[in-house]
């Protein structure tokens, strides 16, 4: 209640309270007693008329601090959304650079050393960008059908269970619209290489994490793989092995 507001209702209430006091005489024919109840009556209307525009005005300052509370609340939102988006971009910038431009730097020259290469790139898609217990690479012919190389990533602490896919199933996930297919609960992503003699296949258990906005950068790095596959084939060396859990179709 402003200041002016309640000088206003100091007077009124004085002036309420002394009118039967004053001496206002008869007016036309209308007696003097009749006369004070009409001043009373008329003096609460005014009261009445000062509260319901004082009302009005209190209503009004809601609806503008609303207003500017919400548009506060949007730019908070949109200042959060940018900074959780330049964050994103940052660790995904931060990211490729490491199973890109760090792995190329790392020895190739044994069979070990070509192997890091890929399981680091399979421990980032599945602990990092998956979050799953466990996923693996599966390299396979597409004109046989035969597993050319699979390599599993199973986290600290899970005992994973026999899990086959078969590599029918999986080449047929080429033929699924978008980024990311399914086989029962598990998540596929294939490279982007369909002329690839031997193509790349991610396989990962589906957790409860939402993984839409990275399913991008996972199929970044199967095509990551399927270049390194691709390079350290070519050297007489390569390593090949199957691991227990691969089923040919």
Avoid at 88 to 105: E, I, Q
Avoid at 135 to 157: D, K, N, P, S, Y
């Amino acid at each position: 209640m402003t200041r002016f507001t309640k000088i206003i209702y100091i007077l009124l209430f004085i002036l309420i309270v002394l009118t039967p006091h004053l001496g206002i005489g008869h007016l036309f024919s209308i007696p003097e007693r009749y006369l004070q109840s009409l001043v009373t009556l008329a003096l609460f209307a005014v009261a009445l008329c000062v509260y319901l525009l004082h009302q009005r005005d209190i209503r009004r300052k809601d609806e503008e601090k609303q207003k500017l509370e919400n548009r506060f609340s949007f730019s908070s939102k949109k200042l959060n959304d940018a900074y959780q988006y330049i964050g994103s971009v940052n660790r995904k910038l931060s990211l490729l650079s490491a199973v890109g431009t760090d792995l190329l730097k790392k020895p190739k020259e044994t069979k070990k050393g070509r192997r890091v290469i890929l399981e680091e790139l399979l421990m980032t898609a599945v602990t990092t960008l998956g979050h799953s217990s466990w996923g693996m690479f599966r390299f396979i012919h597409t004109a046989t059908g035969r597993t050319e190389q699979e390599l599993v990533h199973i986290a600290r602490g899970y005992i994973l269970l026999r899990s086959t896919v078969s590599n029918n199933e999986l080449l047929q996930t080429r033929q699924v619209s978008g980024n990311l297919a399914g086989i029962g609960d598990l998540h596929v992503i294939s490279t982007s290489d369909r002329s690839a003699p031997v193509q790349c296949f991610l396989i990962f258990a589906k957790g409860k994490n939402n993984i839409e906005d990275e399913i991008s950068t996972l199929r970044a790095i199967v095509d990551q793989a399927q270049l390194f596959y691709t390079y350290l084939s070519k050297t007489p060396e390569a390593y090949r092995g199957i691991s227990p859990i691969a089923k040919e179709s």
